[in-house]
């Protein structure tokens, strides 16, 4: 499945670069994480409650970020997996600054979903991985500003 | 009433206890200490299985057991394959994988609980660790050097391959003016989606060393063989029943690796264990149907002669071998040529194995894919030389007088009139008027399409020198002291009908009310042997040794009679509830020559005291029932949307004993058939992943969707059997499918469009109408 | 298909009911035909810890006639206002609505209620009761209130409710003198979801001009819409077949459409369009025949 798409943030590119990479903020913008540590090769293991409306699961994984160019783009690498099945994801995370302290966060990826999402929930993947997204960038707007960038 | 009994149209003996809910199926059987199987399922299509881990399973509350794979190695046999292919390679498919897995859904553990509820909750407790490996879904890929291999023991992923030739090839290919048509098919993948899913209860008694076994299957008989050697349980010691089972559609004509489960953990635990199928492993882990790619060449003449027909068939297999995966393509082959007189012909069928479920036989197996080659080829032909298909079709006919008709595909097709079942179809359709309202409606930007098929399939399976497991079957007749008939039958009917068609053969031999006769079948503890119900045999080769148990007793029953009357036997006739001369003089009540028989006072010397017969059928070919389908469709310009305006079948299986149980047969064959035209693809992505996995998304045929099916018969009765009957179990899907595809495909021929792959969704349809309007 | 366990509640009055959402949080679901929850339930793709079943509060359960409004209880089946007469003669948009949706046994269950509280992106209602302008009111220990039907649906299966609050009553105005209503959907063939469903109603002034347009699409997007450019498009001008072409093009503009195994996002958008043109044309052909009668 393609993800892609944009979303805006109301702060300073180096302001949300910051964010991205700090593993507390991120805790809090990723719907629905339950738990957030970083490992000691720079990874995190996270554990996530995570859905939409009362369609959810629990899913342990971890999160890389890769290649990362600062304040510019990382490569962001998923893998998860729980009662709703696997995920495996690879995507690329680019930051523009499209005016004075706003930011421009494009990401385009690619996710492999298995098990029990996959086969039965093809009808309504594609709107909830959006959604999810999108909550995600909200709530780190909500972070970037709540921190005064 | 009596004896005009066959042919008549008489309701259902089955259906008052079935449509009040008062049958049994597996899941109505319930014995004391009963305990209930979940299983862990894998995820990937492709996999190495680091580890499992059922601790925390283990030790949830109610969970009694839990078994892997690695526990149950050596103690299970492997998941057997009766398809006997020269060179066949068989991959060992244990029940519960063990190192590696192969497709979405394969099982990896047992868990066994108290209660289905608490054995599905504790599956999501199995830990299983996987190292996902190369996926291979398409089985072109598949073959392509250097693919992932589905097996890596195997040194690629070809499991067989098959070749038929036949006719002067040469010469045909030299031939001046020889026009050669190349198309692609492509047959896609289905779901069998029986209404009840599968279910098994195993119950072994430690004490008698007696396993029972309640399988909703369709062959029991196979089952208990295969079951005995899978356990270790001596086949003496097996009993297997198959209670009322909801569907089948060939999915069942199978042993699977939960049922060696089953077994397995009620012989390990000393108690009764039960296991009911979800839907959703259903669509996943039941056999799937069809899934060919067929490329074909046609030699044809100017006039429409078709002289040649090459056809390279890639099958895929899925990941292993169920009962008969790799033998379905084969029928493909065996049918090719249809209903229509091609001297040569040269097939390459290969079996393919892919990280997906394994495909088997889905009704028709093979046959409808055969069907929908050659159907397809006959309207290739008609719109590449600018004839109509009728015409194509009546220039490749044999004559009636050509049967018993041998092809050169190694078949014989036993009797036939194909010029009359089409005659008839377009009689009922008004041909001649569609064309012209098609003419019309063209004009006005309207596109109606009116498609053919005049199908030809093989049924009755079968002679046993062709059948893998045997093709005979066994049927018994006994008479008990009141004068009730009791039938048992090797056949396993599940939903055909069979107990009111058998009770019609029996009760119009004996001349007695067909309320007195009752047919028991599917239980290997009553029944001594048999084959089962698949291949549209059950009434053609199981019906026959009824037929003839009961011969054999109305001979039996004539000769004390005939002692009793002082008559001779050959004298004596079975009606209206007596024996008597043909003018009615000397008679006797059938209940009182079945009491002489059976308190034995006054036998004639030599006679055996009782009425019980059995008869061992062997037929001496297949049987080749045939018919002429006609569908007409409107395409929506705007949507691509495809209306099924009308369907009209005409079908010959060869003699009729119920016409009501053949237009059902008949009516629920083409829903399936239009299905897969129209609406039914099992997808998986390019991981493996299976995408059609409810029924919200595997689109099954509903009654809304369709017409009435305007249906009639023509009867041309085989030689293969005293009954003269041929089959119609398969008949309705094999026929139906290419009728809808030549039918849209002639709605569209103004755009040039030559063929669109199935299903034809909306989508597709718009798209071509979209690039033909583009151009 | 066995869902994981829950525990059932069966509350005897709306204040209780909505006592135990607001106890239970995002644990805890209301249940009414069960026709949506209960297959994600079956599948796991749900498994709420609490169920508060309202199906006991036959209260809510009714269709009458209030002025120029009709209300609709949101227990009432699918069924029921199918069937209903008044209905048929007051607000023929929602029996014809009704007629579309899942099959008989679903329609026997299912109830409104619930399907606009689920929120499903391809269910039937929401397209109904944006295109009719309806309010659905609510009620929570906070009091009652009514939300406008653009204004309820929030995101994928998200709505406008709190997790305490309790769908009571759909409140439909009738169309007045002129006014046409119609719904043109194309079934998906498994489901029996909307690949698209167009609700529509037109009024029309007496110089045959449209003198209102509303639409709501169901299908396409991740929540049903108002297409108000649709309606934009159509204000003021004559109801002729180019208006209501070159309206209809409008049918998925702005929208995240969704891609199926039977739709990508580019014929859905495509089928949007189509179906909202032939809504337009029977809402207009229906208008036009209630102002004559």
């Given amino acids: 499945m393609k993800i892609e798409g944009s979303y805006t943030v109301q702060a300073p590119r180096d302001a949300v670069w910051q964010r991205l990479m700090d593993p507390a903020s991120l805790a809090r913008a990723l719907p629905g994480c339950e738990k957030l540590e970083p490992n000691a090769d720079g990874s995190y293991t996270a554990q996530l409650n995570v859905g939409v409306a009362a369609i959810r699961g629990n899913y342990t994984g971890r999160i890389e970020i890769l290649d990362a160019v600062r304040p510019e783009q990382y490569r962001l690498k998923i893998s998860g997996k729980g009662t709703g099945g696997f995920l495996n994801g690879e995507g690329l995370i680019m930051l523009a600054e499209t005016g004075p302290g706003t930011t421009e966060v494009r990401y385009s990826g690619d996710a492999q979903v298995g098990g029990l999402i996959a086969s039965v929930g093809q009808r309504l993947m594609q709107a909830a991985a959006r959604q999810i997204v999108g909550e995600f960038f909200q709530a780190l707007g909500r972070e970037v500003q709540s921190q005064g960038g | 009433m009596a004896t005009a009994l066959l042919g008549e149209r008489i309701k259902r003996k089955e259906d008052p206890r079935l449509i009040q ?221 198959a209670p009322e089972v909801g569907g089948g559609f060939g999915s069942k004509l199978n042993v699977y690796g939960e049922e060696g489960v089953a077994c397995y953990v009620s012989k390990a635990l000393g108690r009764p264990v039960k296991w009911i199928e979800s839907r959703r492993e259903n669509l996943q882990a039941t056999i799937h149907g069809r899934d060919q790619i067929n490329d074909v060449e046609v030699y044809v003449r100017p006039d429409g002669k078709v002289a040649g027909l ?250 004390i009679a005939a002692h009793k009357l002082g008559v001779k036997p050959g004298e004596l006739e079975f009606k209206d509830g007596k024996v008597q001369t043909a003018g009615g003089e000397k008679a006797m009540r059938f209940l009182e020559v079945v009491a002489e028989a059976i308190f034995a006072k006054q036998l004639p010397p030599g006679v055996e005291p009782g009425l019980v017969e059995q008869c061992v059928f062997e037929p001496a070919n297949f049987t080749f029932p045939f018919g002429a389908h006609l569908a007409v469709v409107e395409v929506d310009p705007d949507t691509g949307e495809v209306r099924l305006r009308n369907y009209y079948a005409v079908d010959d ?66 030689r293969v059997n005293p009954l003269g009957a041929k089959g ?27 063929h669109i792959d199935m299903p034809l969704k909306p989508e597709k349809i718009w798209r071509v109408l979209r690039s033909a309007s583009a151009a | 298909m066995i869902p994981q366990s829950f525990e059932y509640h069966v509350p005897r009055t709306l204040e209780e009911a909505s006592r135990l959402a607001a106890q239970f949080g995002a644990d805890g679901k209301f249940l009414a035909g069960g026709h949506s929850l209960i297959p994600m339930m079956k599948l796991r793709l749900a498994a709420p810890k609490h169920l508060i079943d309202l199906t006991c509060l036959r209260d809510l359960a009714y269709i009458r006639e209030e002025g120029e409004h009709v209300r609709i209880g949101a227990l009432t089946t699918h069924f029921r206002i199918e069937s209903s007469a008044l209905l048929k003669e007051k607000c023929p948009l929602l029996p014809e609505t009704a007629r579309e949706i899942g099959d008989v046994q679903v329609r026997n269950r299912g109830t409104i209620g619930g399907n606009l509280a689920h929120s499903d992106p391809a269910a039937d209602w929401p397209a109904a009761v944006l295109a009719l302008e309806a309010e659905l009111r609510a009620v929570s220990p906070r009091g009652e209130r009514g939300m406008a039907a653009k204004d ?142």
């Avoid at chain 2, 060393?209 to 270790?232: C, E, F, N, R, Y």
């Avoid at chain 2, 495909?745 to 040039?752: T, W, Y």
């Avoid at chain 3, 208006?243 to 702005?254: K, P, R, S």
């Avoid at chain 3, 014929?267 to 052909?285: D, F, P, Q």
């Fill in chain 2, 310 to 559: 090459k056809c390279w068939i890639i099958a895929d297999l899925g990941a292993y071998h169920q009962l008969l995966t790799p033998a379905i393509p084969t029928l493909t082959a065996l049918m090719i040529v249809g209903a229509y007189h091609i001297p040569c012909v040269f097939v390459e069928t290969k079996g393919v194995f892919t990280n997906k479920m394994a495909t088997d036989a889905y009704r028709g197996a093979g046959r409808p894919e055969a069907t929908y080659i050659i159907e397809r080829v006959m309207d290739l032909v008609a719109a590449e030389l600018n004839l109509d298909p009728v015409d194509v079709r009546m220039k490749n006919f044999p004559s009636p007088k050509d049967f018993p008709l041998a092809l050169p595909t190694g078949v014989t097709y036993d009797s036939a009139n194909y010029q009359r079942t089409l005659k008839k179809v377009l009689k009922a359709a008004g041909y001649t008027k569609l064309r012209k309202e098609q003419e019309r409606l063209r004009k006005k930007g309207r596109y109606l399409g009116i498609g053919l098929s005049t199908y030809v399939e093989i049924c009755a399976m079968g002679p046993s020198s062709r059948m893998p497991a045997g093709g005979w079957e066994f049927g018994s007749v006994r008479i008990e002291p009141t004068g009730k008939v009791t039938v048992l039958s090797g056949t396993s009917p599940h939903g055909q009908g069979e107990e009111t068609t058998f009770a019609q053969i029996v009760a119009s031999g004996f001349g007695i009310p067909y309320e007195d006769v009752t047919v028991l079948h599917g239980d290997t503890g009553v029944v001594p042997m048999g084959i089962g119900t698949f291949g549209s045999r059950t009434t053609a080769v199981g019906g026959t040794a009824i037929y003839l148990a009961v011969e054999r007793l109305k001979k039996k029953m004539a000769r």
């Fill in chain 3, 152 to 293: 309820f649906f929030v995101d994928l299966m998200t709505t406008a409710l709190a997790s305490d609050e309790v769908l009571v009553e759909i409140k439909v105005p009738q169309l007045g003198h002129g006014t046409g209503a119609a719904y043109a959907k194309l079934h998906h063939p498994a489901s029996g979801y909307a690949m698209v469903g167009v609700a529509a109603v037109i009024a029309l002034r007496d110089n045959g001009a449209v003198e209102r347009a509303a639409v709501g699409i169901t299908g396409v997007g991740p929540k049903a819409y108002r297409a108000f450019a649709v309606e934009t498009a159509l204000h003021g001008k004559p109801a002729t077949q180019a208006h209501l072409n070159a309206a209809a093009a409008h049918a998925a503009e702005g929208v995240d459409v969704n891609a199926d195994l039977y739709a990508s996002a580019e014929y859905r958008s495509h089928l949007a369009r189509v179906y909202t043109r032939r809504a337009l044309e029977a809402a207009v052909k229906r208008a036009r025949a209630a102002a004559t009668a």
């Fill in chain 2, 21 to 241: 809910g008062r049958g049994h199926y597996v899941d109505d059987i319930v014995l004391p200490g009963l305990l209930h199987l979940a299983f862990a399922r894998s995820p990937h299509a492709h996999a190495r299985i680091k580890s499992v881990d059922v601790t925390a399973a283990q030790a949830a509350p109610g969970v009694v057991a839990v078994y892997t794979g690695a526990d149950l190695q050596g103690k299970v046999g492997m998941v057997p394959c009766a398809a006997g292919i020269e060179g066949l390679k068989v991959p060992e498919h244990p029940c519960l994988a063990v190192d590696e897995v192969r497709y979405v859904g394969e099982p990896v553990a047992v868990v066994v609980a108290n209660s289905a509820y608490t054995a599905r909750d504790a599956v999501e407790q199995v830990e299983v660790e996987y190292d996902p490996l190369p996926v291979v879904v398409d089985p072109e890929k598949a073959l392509a050097p250097g693919a992932p291999r589905v097996h890596s023991k195997l040194a690629d992923n070809v499991a067989f391959v098959a070749k038929l030739e036949g006719g002067d090839w040469k010469a045909l290919e030299a031939e001046p003016g020889i026009k050669v048509i190349r198309q692609r098919l492509i047959n896609q993948r289905l779901a069998p989606v029986a209404m009840e899913t599968r279910g098994v209860v195993a119950s072994y008694s430690p004490g008698e060393d007696l396993l029972t076994v309640w399988s909703s299957t369709q062959i029991p008989h196979i089952l208990k063989t295969q079951l005995a050697l899978m356990s270790g349980v001596e086949e003496n010691h097996c009993r297997v029943i």
């Fill in chain 2, 653 to 718: 299986c060869g003699r009729v004993l119920n016409p009501m149980l053949v237009d059902g047969q008949i009516h629920g064959g083409l829903v399936q058939g239009i299905g897969q035209a129209l609406w039914e693809e099992h997808v998986y992505d390019e991981n493996g992943q299976l995408l059609t996995g409810t029924l919200m998304d595997y689109a099954v045929p509903r009654a809304h969707q369709f017409p009435w099916f305007e249906t009639a018969t023509t009867e041309t009765p085989t």
């Fill in chain 2, 728 to 754: 119609v179990g398969e008949a309705g899907t094999i026929g139906s499918t290419p009728a809808i595809v030549n039918a849209v495909v002639d709605a569209l021929r103004p755009l040039g469009v030559r």
